[in-house]
């Protein structure tokens, strides 16, 4: 199905198959005839470098899981709060319902480990959002947590897969690999088509046949992203690729995705012409964090990104109930502060000869954990050029 927002500029179609969206001026007759729901400019926005509201939020449902993996970014655990109340995160998303965000995304720790998770998806489909889920697969009762997946008849259900057997049990705990095939089974059964996460590691270089081998078994798409060494990741740094090795697992996945046309591939290797550039009718989205998105952390606070969660309070942008999302998206100083941070690194990318040619641009996160001293240097960047820090953007 086909979503239409009206913008100032004329509006934006967002594929809830796809996830992707575009901006345009007008509407075809041919995507005229394919909208499914219309969604009028709810806010007085009277800004045209940003759209008037996010189109996607991400919402970390709870930092609880039932899993320790050893490469998240997260501070996730069973010993995690689970987040605030059920009544809150409805309050939520009303709200972001009366500002028109399209695509509601949920993620974690792991969401289905809280005991109303199935109330807020529902409510959340309810009020027409696209609706995602990021999942690990691995539930006390299979059966039913996928029964239940599969009767709120969610837009696109992610899992994450980060090897096959061993080697992803030993990054996820011990038995992942075999729960998450045994709930795949199932969802295969429901009708539910996967996409899949997959963290490129040293570890699991080697498996990308078998593991496009169950991309094309159980589902349609699969994105391929480096690791960020925060949260847990920070103390196993030693796996993820750097920029040689993730350059030539770019290359690699592009030669083996000939093999399965059927299956959507993205990589974080990816990149588009150096020669593309910004369409000036338009809001200048080049990067989508705090352009398109904004992320919702398990305590009820806003953050210009998921990663910023765990960067820092200095990113923190506001919290629920007592700012909403519309001010801060349209009135923050702070979030226009990382705005503006995040085009200051796209001029340093592109006076490099490696941007668009062996690199698809900003690691922002790993740009962030360098200048805080926390990690000794961005391992997917040979730029010498200086990076300015966000800090001397950020405003309160």
Not at 133 to 149: C, R
Not at 197 to 207: D, F, M, P, Q, S
Not at 284 to 313: F, K, V
């Amino acid at each position: 199905m086909l979503i239409y927002r009206q913008e100032k500029f004329g509006g934006i179609i967002f594929n809830t198959e796809t996830m992707g969206y575009k901006f345009v001026e007008k509407l075809s007759v041919e995507e005229n005839a394919k909208i499914g729901r219309m969604i009028p400019m709810l806010v007085a926005n009277e800004r045209t470098d940003i759209v008037s509201a996010p189109v996607q939020v991400y919402i970390e449902l709870t930092q609880k899981c039932n899993l320790m993996c050893k490469h998240c970014f997260t501070s996730a655990s069973g010993a995690a709060s689970e987040g605030i109340s059920t009544q809150s995160w409805l309050g939520i998303l009303d709200e972001m319902s009366s500002i028109g965000v399209i695509n509601a995304r949920f993620t974690g720790g792991e969401p289905t480990v809280r005991s109303d998770w199935y109330e807020i998806l529902s409510y959340a489909k309810k009020l027409g959002f696209a609706v995602s889920l990021q999942t690990n697969g691995v539930y006390k009762d299979a059966a039913e947590t996928v029964k239940k997946i599969a009767g709120l008849d969610i837009d696109q259900v992610t899992v994450s897969l980060d090897g096959i057997g061993r080697t992803h049990d030993e990054l996820r705990g011990h038995g992942a690999f075999d729960k998450l095939m045994d709930s795949m089974k199932l969802m295969k059964a429901a009708g539910i088509k996967l996409r899949f996460n997959t963290i490129l590691t040293r570890t699991n270089a080697a498996e990308m046949p078998q593991i496009f081998d169950i991309v094309s078994e159980y589902g349609v798409s699969i994105n391929l992203f480096y690791m960020r060494s925060l949260g847990k990741g920070a103390s196993n740094a030693a796996i993820s690729l750097d920029f040689e090795e993730h350059a030539r697992s770019a290359a690699d996945i592009i030669e083996l995705w000939k093999k399965y046309p059927m299956i959507h591939v993205s990589h974080s290797g990816f990149y588009v012409s150096r020669h593309t550039a910004p369409d000036s009718k338009f809001p200048d989205i080049s990067y989508p964090y705090g352009n398109i998105a904004i992320s919702i952390a398990s305590d009820g606070s806003y953050w210009p990104h998921h990663y910023s969660i765990y960067q820092g309070d200095n990113f923190k942008l506001g919290k629920f109930p007592f700012e909403r999302i519309i001010d801060i998206w349209s009135g923050s100083k702070k979030l226009d502060g990382f705005r503006k941070w995040l085009l200051s690194l796209r001029d340093r990318c592109e006076k490099c000869g490696e941007y668009r040619n062996r690199c698809s641009g900003i690691n922002f996160e790993m740009e962030i954990e360098k200048l805080s001293g926390r990690a000794a240097g961005n391992p997917f960047c040979i730029n010498a050029e200086p990076v300015s820090s966000p800090h001397e953007y950020l405003e309160d």
